[in-house]
């Protein structure tokens, strides 16, 4: 059993940045990949990044290249990502996940990002 707790979302201005954090807990955290997607109003689920079990295996989808950074702390059991330069069309729930075996298998709550022009 694994929970994921999402935190750090927030209204900013375009060009503005954000870190959000993922905590979890029930598992051993540093065995597994970690990803971070989002989903905007009336559109579907979109990846945005992704980290295996040991840094620096990392991947991004292309438009947040140079932008956004995932990154995790295993000692924390927490995964952030770090987002800079934000577009309005940034805005929407940002979800983390985590992979336990072929697909991601659970999900947090999910936290609001708000960017405005």
């Known amino acids: 059993q694994v929970q994921l707790v999402e935190s750090g979302g927030g209204s900013v201005q375009a060009g503005g940045s954000l870190r959000l954090s993922c905590a979890a807990s029930?598992?051993?955290?540093?065995?597994?990949?970690m990803g971070w997607f989002r989903q905007a109003t009336g559109k579907g689920r979109e990846f945005v990044a992704a980290?295996?079990?040991?840094?620096?295996?990392?991947t991004y989808a292309d438009s947040m290249k140079g932008r956004f950074t995932i990154f995790r702390d295993n000692p924390r059991n927490t995964v952030y990502l770090q987002m800079n330069s934000l577009k309005p069309d940034d805005t929407a729930v940002y979800y983390c996940?985590?992979?336990?075996?072929?697909?991601?298998?659970?999900w947090g709550q999910g936290t609001q990002v708000t960017i405005s022009s």
């Open positions: 996940t985590i992979q336990l075996g072929s697909d991601w298998d659970y």
């Open positions: 029930g598992r051993t955290f540093s065995l597994f990949p």
């Open positions: 980290i295996g079990p040991s840094d620096p295996s990392t």
